[in-house]
């Protein structure tokens, strides 16, 4: 459970970093882009007072005549300033809503009169319009629109964008971590399985030859078949832990034989006052590919877990339903439940909720259903105070 909780809290802690990296580089976008903004508005007033101060000196250095060459002049001169503005788009439009001049705009030449149009209303939405006077006179005037530039758009969608890689290296670096770690997991748990197989084959041995022995005496027969029927137990789990790691061998078994054997064992070692039940016939016949020695391991170690859920006194009920493609199996108890928090983690290797053991039950499972039957195995249900339902479903 320690262990668990490690690895939580630093899955978070990494979690926790991106998102603070990803906030200050946010605040910081936002205030640059703000400055930019503010820029980008003087920059533009200051063309727009530039060309009404040119205009306020050609009306009073000369007539009529004087002041249209002059105006025509300062709007070729202002018109040169705003032609190298390569970023921001600008338009200036007439009195009657002509446009009279267009900067870092795209269009094709059919469509010019569209976009103009377009991009005056966003021009619009964006800020009020700069009127530019260009004599004393009503409707001598113009108005300059303009929206922040591409320059500016982009850097407000910079923080996204960096926080996106961010968060894509933290999965990334996170997965190659855990890939490397069950890969070290595996090998380890793999050459234990095996060397506990090879320690075990001497002294399963050793007993075989003894029961022989047995069976030649004068004893009770009864007594040496129990203890046979054990050591065959022995030298069963010994061949599970043989075929940890190694590709098992399916072959197509009736599944209700495997049920029926693995509640005969159980209900022979254990408390009187746990009460089985399945909801299938023993006469049912549903074959699919299995590895019986393995999968009746994941049932025995389900209704194990559910024995000690239960204290040891309670019903655990086994059913069986066959689809299309798949069958379904069903381990239902009346234990002490399951919190919600717990339906994925319960499965991962060293969680517990008991004292004792090493929390490696669930995860064989696991691998057992999924990995080596390609199967899936999750909790159905649970109710604190109520009970359990761990639902696996097999391939047919």
């Not at 205030?31 to 003087?42: F, H, P, Q, V, Y």
């Not at 569209?114 to 409707?139: C, F, Y």
């Not at 159980?266 to 408390?271: A, F, G, M, P, Q």
């Amino acid at each position: 459970m320690d262990i668990y909780l490690k690895r939580k809290r630093g899955k978070i802690l990494l979690l926790l970093v991106a998102v603070i990296i990803g906030v200050v580089s946010l605040l910081f976008t936002n205030w640059l882009s703000g400055k930019m903004a503010n820029e980008e508005r003087k920059k533009v007033e200051l063309w727009a007072e530039a060309t009404k101060r040119m205009a306020e000196s050609g009306i009073q250095n000369g007539n009529q005549a004087g002041v249209e060459q002059l105006n025509t002049a300062y709007l070729t001169l202002i018109q040169s300033i705003l032609g190298q503005n390569t970023t921001i788009p600008v338009l200036i439009v007439e009195p009657d809503g002509s446009f009279n001049y267009n900067a870092n705009i795209n269009f094709s030449e059919g469509r010019k009169e569209h976009v103009l149009k377009k991009e005056l209303e966003k021009m619009k939405a964006h800020s009020d319009p700069i009127r530019i006077d260009l004599s004393e006179e009503d409707g001598d005037y113009l108005l300059l629109y303009y929206r922040e530039s591409s320059i500016l758009r982009n850097l407000r969608y910079y923080p996204l964008v960096q926080l996106i890689v961010i968060v894509v290296f933290i999965i990334a670096a996170y997965s190659a971590f855990i890939a490397t770690q069950r890969a070290e997991q595996n090998q380890v748990w793999v050459g234990m399985s095996k060397e506990t197989a090879h320690q075990l084959g001497t002294p399963i041995s050793s007993l075989m030859a003894w029961i022989e022995i047995l069976k030649l005496q004068e004893v009770d027969q009864s007594l040496v078949a129990e203890f046979e029927k054990d050591t065959l137990r022995l030298e069963k789990i010994a061949e599970r832990f043989s075929k940890i790691g190694s590709k098992p061998e399916l072959i197509p078994t009736n599944i209700v034989e495997v049920l029926t054997s693995a509640v005969s064992y159980l209900k022979t070692r254990s408390s009187d006052r746990v009460k089985f039940e399945t909801a299938f016939s023993s006469e049912e016949l549903h074959l699919i590919p299995l590895n019986a020695a393995l999968f009746s391991w994941v049932i025995e170690n389900l209704c194990k877990n559910a024995i000690d859920a239960m204290d040891n006194h309670g019903k655990i009920t086994l059913a069986l339903k066959e689809k299309e493609n798949t069958v379904v199996i069903d381990v239902t108890d009346t234990g002490k439940g399951v919190q919600k928090s717990q339906f994925k983690t319960i499965f991962q290797p060293g969680f517990s909720t008991k004292k004792r053991g090493w929390g490696l039950g669930l995860s064989l499972a696991k691998r057992i259903v999924e990995n080596y039957h390609q199967g899936k195995i999750f909790i159905k249900w649970s109710e604190l105070g109520k009970g359990t339902t761990f639902r696996i479903i097999l391939n047919k």
